[in-house]
T-cell receptor
Framework: AQKVTQAQTEISVVEKEDVTLDCVYE???????LFWYKQPPSGELVFLIRRNSFDEQNEISGRYSWNFQKSTSSFNFTITASQVVDSAVYFCALLSNAGNNRKLIWGLGTSLAVNP | NAGVTQTPKFQVLKTGQSMTLQCAQD?????MYWYRQDPGMGLRLIYYSASEGTTDKGEVPNGYNVSRLNKREFSLRLESAAPSQTSVYFCASSWTADSNQPQHFGDGTRLSIL
């Protein structure tokens, strides 16, 4: 079975704090892809990053960084020096390349509130 | 660059009424998707269309029908709306249904069934 768990339902931080959003996934497939999406209060879903199962390099994009560890089946997302504009719900998702079941499996999301 | 456009943005229906949610993308994507988002349930796939002329059921297809009208447009129809279908509906598209292609989403349609 494939599953994505975002154990943190809600996180509240003060501006400029660093915050890490956890994502743990389950899959038996050797080839798969992981995604992070952001949903700000306005409601739209914004693609942030894609990572395939063969690339364990961490990635940094400005204040955002992602730590992919196959050994622990985790794909965690860190925001450095958080800002109020980072307040949103963040979703982690998994997609397997096995057979015809090419559907995104979504976590339930982590709601991040960054307070001034 | 409009991306994925959904209409309407809001709608209130009475139980038993029918309605079609429209979705169009201008990115020349081959694949399109319909999701519903409910509190505590996350995003659930209703139907998807891997390419023009094909549609497949997702996780929660009951009570819905879809039409891939052409490459740009993918509509979702509720034939007889029920209160359980009150939700936020998102349309998405991607270059292909292959795993490495991110999906791009519309702004959502907030649908209430009374």
């Amino acid at each position: 079975a494939q599953k994505v768990t975002q154990a943190q339902t809600e996180i509240s931080v003060v501006e400029k704090e660093d915050v890490t959003l956890d994502c743990v996934y389950e899959t038996r497939d050797t080839t798969y892809y992981l995604f992070w999406y952001k949903q700000p209060p306005s409601g739209e879903l914004v693609f942030l990053i894609r990572r395939n199962s063969f690339d364990e390099q961490n990635e940094i994009s400005g204040r955002y960084s992602w730590n992919f560890q196959k050994s622990t089946s985790s794909f965690n997302f860190t925001i450095t020096a958080s800002q109020v504009v980072d307040s949103a719900v963040y979703f982690c998702a998994l997609l397997s390349n096995a057979g015809n079941n090419r559907k995104l499996i979504w976590g339930l999301g982590t709601s991040l509130a960054v307070n001034p | 660059n409009a991306g994925v456009t959904q209409t309407p943005k809001f709608q209130v229906l009475k139980t038993g009424q029918s309605m079609t949610l429209q979705c169009a993308q201008d990115m020349n994507h081959n694949s399109m998707y319909w999701y519903r988002q409910d509190p505590g349930m996350g995003l659930r796939l209703i139907y998807y269309s891997a390419s023009e002329g094909t549609t497949d059921k997702g996780e929660v297809p009951n009570g819905y029908n879809v039409s891939r009208l052409n490459k740009r447009e993918f509509s979702l129809r509720l034939e007889s709306a029920a209160p359980s279908q009150t939700s936020v509906y998102f349309c998405a598209s991607s270059w292909t249904a292959d795993s490495n292609q991110p999906q791009h989403f519309g702004d959502g349609t907030r649908l209430s069934i009374l």
